[in-house]
């Protein structure tokens, strides 16, 4: 499924699928996409992922666009569903920010709900199997392909040192240099005497630089590390069941071939789109409907559980639990880290 | 796995993600729905009102009611009064109207009665100076024996 590289092993597999689409200088000093890991690992810092930052950007601009309409219309009167929908949303990342944050600040508000439905979104392209996209895009010429922009440690970290930024942007103007160097200095030893400060000068300073330091990398690093192993999981279902080897997927080689292909599930869906959609007009009573559903259920059902499809299953309503735990998570350590950028110690 | 420039542009893109939303998604948001929350608790202060103004209104109904039905009973019993009353004086009308009559009648009676007496007297005396004179064949001077007539007349 790899892209239609058919005789690859179970480490390629993974490493093909963990590598991004990276843009740089090759070492001849021509700028062009790297063709290998190697290729992109020589390319050094100044070179970007393409796929990590068109999906970000692709996924933003859905989210701007979804909430731009509503924000469009709003007004004050019965809202429609989706108007209702969104605004839930809005209210409750408002609700989120007034708990924790007890300052006025017009900018915390909108980067909570940025932040929280962007990286939702992101997570969310974790849920698409993994093989989808990357084959769609290996039928363009495209060889390399990471959807989840959240499994790729630069796109984490790089959101997670912007709010590292705003909570040194934000404990400077609230406090100044001198509180803020105050704070990183005044504690956790505390005295009275002036001996007693430069004395715990430099252990002060030393403890609250990684207290400030963790925040960032633990905020970056959290987001990466779960997503990075929901995907590496969801990877490894797919290798065990239907990749190359697979050991249950072997029965039905003889069916399918090496695996289940793509075709199957389009006209799997098809014919139960295609059955309600029938019974909903009326051609269809809703005995025969039943029994229509039900053998089309087996079949695919028997199918799914022999491909391990049951079990993307089971990991995907798991992971829908993280992806939207992460964002929050995410946006609630903003607020928290933001709030005490704006406190006094 | 390589840390590069995606970082910076990732950085990049969400703080061009955040100003979107903080120029163009949160105000219209806000003020939309802190404008219907407005609304409502107008609204439900509205209907709170219109609950109590509804409350006085009914006291005061209620009121109406029993005043006019404390009207209504006091013209009632005037209009009993008033009927006994002109029953009670219609009766006193009529038996004094009928008192009226029949003393009229009773005095027209005695008024004919006296009438017929005295024409009775009056030809009883000629009747009786007829008689005697027819007894006596002589001619009775009616002035002559005025006196004795008229103890005549009183006797009959």
Same mark, same amino acid.
């Not at chain 1, 005789?7 to 001849?28: A, C, K, M, W």
């Not at chain 1, 950007?57 to 709003?74: C, D, E, M, Q, S």
């Not at chain 2, 590069?4 to 939309?32: G, Y």
């Given at each position: 499924?790899?892209?239609?590289?058919?005789?690859?092993?179970?480490?390629?597999?993974?490493?093909?699928?963990?590598?991004?689409? *990276?843009?740089?200088?090759?070492?001849?000093?021509?700028?062009?996409?790297?063709?290998?890991?190697?290729?992109?690992?020589?390319?050094?810092?100044?070179?970007?992922?393409?796929?990590?930052?068109?999906?970000?950007? +692709?996924?933003?601009?859905?989210?701007?666009?979804?909430?731009?309409?509503?924000?469009?219309?709003?007004?004050?009167?019965?809202?429609?569903?989706?108007?209702?929908?969104?605004?839930?949303?809005?209210?409750?990342?408002?609700?989120?920010?007034?708990?924790?944050?007890?300052?006025?600040?017009? +900018?915390? #508000?909108?980067?909570?709900?940025?932040?929280?439905?962007?990286?939702?979104?992101?997570? +969310?392209?974790?849920?698409?199997?993994?093989?989808?996209?990357?084959?769609?895009?290996?039928?363009?010429?495209?060889?390399?392909?990471?959807?989840?922009?959240? *499994?790729?440690?630069?796109?984490?970290?790089?959101?997670?040192?912007?709010?590292?930024?705003?909570?040194?942007?934000?404990?400077?103007?609230?406090?100044? /240099?001198?509180?803020?160097?105050?704070?990183?200095?005044?504690?956790?030893?505390?005295?009275?005497? *002036?001996?007693?400060?430069?004395?715990?000068?430099?252990?002060?300073?030393?403890?609250?630089?990684? #207290?400030?330091?963790?925040?960032?990398?633990?905020?970056?690093?959290?987001?990466?590390?779960?997503?990075?192993?929901?995907?590496?999981?969801?990877?490894?279902?797919?290798?065990?069941?239907?990749?190359?080897?697979?050991?249950?997927?072997?029965?039905?080689?003889?069916?399918?071939?090496?695996?289940?292909?793509?075709?199957?599930?389009?006209?799997?869906?098809?014919?139960?789109?295609?059955?309600?959609?029938?019974?909903?007009?009326?051609?269809?009573? *809703?005995?025969?409907?039943?029994?229509?559903?039900?053998?089309?259920?087996?079949? /695919?059902?028997?199918?799914?559980?022999?491909?391990?499809?049951?079990?993307?299953?089971?990991? #995907?309503?798991?992971?829908?639990?993280?992806?939207?735990?992460?964002? +929050?998570?995410?946006?609630?350590?903003?607020?928290?880290?933001?709030?005490?950028?704006?406190?006094?110690? | 796995?390589?840390?590069?420039?995606?970082?910076?542009?990732?950085?990049?893109?969400?703080?061009?993600?955040?100003?979107?939303?903080?120029?163009?998604?949160?105000?219209?948001?806000?003020?939309?729905?802190?404008?219907?929350?407005?609304?409502? !608790?107008?609204?439900?202060?509205?209907?709170?009102?219109?609950?109590?103004?509804?409350?006085?209104?009914? &006291?005061?109904?209620?009121?109406?009611? =029993?005043?006019?039905?404390?009207?209504?009973?006091?013209? &009632?019993?005037?209009?009993?009064? =008033?009927?006994?009353?002109?029953?009670?004086?219609?009766?006193?009308?009529? &038996?004094?109207?009928?008192? =009226?009559?029949?003393?009229?009648?009773?005095?027209?009676?005695?008024?004919? !009665?006296?009438?017929?007496?005295?024409?009775?007297?009056?030809? &009883?005396?000629?009747?009786?100076?007829?008689?005697?004179?027819?007894?006596?064949?002589?001619?009775?001077? !009616?002035?002559?024996? =005025?006196?004795?007539?008229?103890?005549?007349?009183?006797?009959?």
């Amino acid at each position: 499924m790899a892209g239609g590289s058919e005789n690859i092993t179970q480490s390629e597999y993974i490493r093909h699928h963990l590598q991004n689409l *990276t843009f740089g200088q090759h070492p001849d000093g021509s700028w062009g996409l790297a063709h290998s890991a190697e290729e992109a690992q020589a390319m050094g810092f100044w070179a970007f992922h393409v796929d990590t930052m068109f999906w970000a950007i +692709f996924l933003g601009l859905i989210f701007y666009l979804l909430f731009r309409t509503v924000a469009k219309k709003a007004n004050s009167g019965v809202p429609s569903r989706f108007q209702a929908a969104i605004e839930f949303i809005v209210e409750f990342v408002d609700n989120s920010v007034r708990e924790s944050f007890h300052g006025t600040s017009k +900018f915390i #508000a909108p980067l909570a709900l940025t932040l929280f439905v962007w990286i939702f979104f992101m997570n +969310f392209m974790d849920l698409i199997p993994v093989d989808w996209l990357p084959w769609v895009a290996g039928q363009a010429g495209i060889h390399y392909q990471k959807v989840v922009p959240t *499994t790729d440690v630069n796109a984490t970290m790089g959101m997670a040192i912007t709010v590292f930024v705003l909570i040194l942007y934000f404990s400077i103007k609230i406090k100044g /240099v001198g509180g803020f160097i105050a704070e990183l200095t005044g504690q956790p030893f505390a005295a009275n005497s *002036t001996a007693g400060k430069i004395a715990f000068f430099l252990p002060n300073l030393l403890l609250e630089t990684i #207290a400030l330091l963790a925040k960032p990398v633990s905020l970056g690093l959290r987001l990466f590390g779960n997503l990075y192993a929901g995907e590496l999981i969801f990877i490894l279902i797919a290798l065990i069941f239907t990749a190359g080897s697979g050991f249950v997927a072997a029965g039905l080689s003889s069916v399918f071939g090496e695996h289940i292909p793509a075709w199957f599930w389009i006209v799997a869906t098809a014919a139960i789109f295609a059955t309600l959609w029938l019974n909903l007009k009326g051609k269809l009573n *809703t005995k025969t409907t039943l029994w229509f559903l039900l053998a089309e259920m087996l079949l /695919v059902g028997g199918i799914a559980f022999l491909g391990g499809q049951l079990m993307h299953f089971g990991w #995907a309503v798991f992971h829908l639990l993280v992806i939207t735990l992460q964002a +929050f998570i995410f946006m609630m350590l903003t607020i928290v880290y933001l709030s005490m950028a704006h406190e006094h110690h | 796995m390589n840390i590069n420039a995606t970082l910076i542009l990732q950085s990049i893109a969400m703080m061009i993600f955040v100003w979107f939303c903080m120029k163009f998604l949160w105000p219209p948001l806000m003020k939309a729905m802190d404008e219907r929350r407005e609304r409502i !608790a107008e609204g439900l202060a509205a209907s709170d009102r219109a609950e109590k103004e509804l409350e006085a209104a009914k &006291v005061t109904v209620d009121q109406q009611i =029993r005043e006019a039905r404390d009207k209504a009973g006091e013209i &009632v019993e005037q209009a009993s009064q =008033r009927h006994s009353q002109i029953l009670d004086q219609a009766k006193e009308d009529a &038996v004094s109207e009928r008192n =009226r009559q029949v003393s009229a009648a009773e005095a027209d009676i005695a008024q004919a !009665a006296n009438q017929a007496r005295e024409e009775l007297r009056a030809s &009883v005396a000629s009747l009786a100076v007829l008689g005697a004179s027819k007894i006596l064949e002589k001619e009775v001077d !009616a002035n002559t024996h =005025r006196e004795l007539l008229d103890k005549l007349i009183a006797e009959i």
